[in-house]
């Protein structure tokens, strides 16, 4: 391996709906597992424009995401935890525009994830400016629910209250690794 190429490290992406805790649950397995943690791109991208988002701004936005989680995955110790990946721009942008631009689709073809943890809208709604839909997040979670089902792709219901999320989100990340081929 030289010094560009990326160390293999299991990936974990914790997806889901707007305000469902998913850079909470992220950060704390970040830090039981010792490792680095991808924070979720569009916010920053989102919170430096001067105007508001468009269409146009998902395909920049998974440029970004792609390449911090890339970067990240250097200083992972094992496993890295993604807060957020290309499935969430993928159902967000089919579900506000219609459909989903094809790099996008391409790219989450060919990225391999090992696990993920699909959070459900039982936390409360918390009011932030980047935020769009509190009355939609039963029908977002469907959304994705049904994305995970239709892919070949392991993944874990995230539910309860924070200490439950963060027993099953540990439990799960604990099995993925006792089972993971290197």
């Not at 950060?27 to 430096?48: C, H, S």
């Not at 039982?122 to 959304?143: G, I």
């Not at 070949?152 to 209250?161: A, N, Q």
């Not at 439990?171 to 081929?181: D, F, H, I, P, S």
Request: one cysteine or more; a negative charge.
């Amino acid at each position: 391996m030289n010094a560009f190429e990326i160390p293999p490290v299991a990936k974990v992406a914790v997806i889901g709906p707007e305000c469902t805790g998913k850079s909470a649950l992220s950060a704390y397995l970040a830090d039981y597992f010792k490792t680095a943690w991808v924070p979720e791109y569009a916010r920053q991208y989102i919170g430096n424009l001067t105007r508001p988002y468009t269409e146009d701004d998902l395909l920049p936005i998974a440029h970004g995401q792609l390449r911090i989680e890339d970067e990240w995955a250097r200083d992972a110790n094992g496993v890295l935890i993604c807060d957020t990946n290309l499935y969430v721009i993928k159902i967000w942008s089919e579900f506000k525009y219609g459909h989903c631009h094809d790099e996008i689709l391409r790219n989450i073809a060919s990225r391999h994830y090992d696990l993920y943890l699909l959070t459900y809208v039982d936390l409360p709604w918390e009011e932030d400016p980047q935020r769009e839909h509190p009355q939609q997040r039963e029908a977002l979670y469907s959304l994705y629910l049904r994305e995970m089902q239709q892919q070949s792709v392991p993944f874990v219901e995230i539910r309860g209250e924070r200490d439950q999320r963060q027993q099953l989100a540990r439990e799960a990340v604990e099995k993925m690794l006792a089972t993971r081929k290197p």
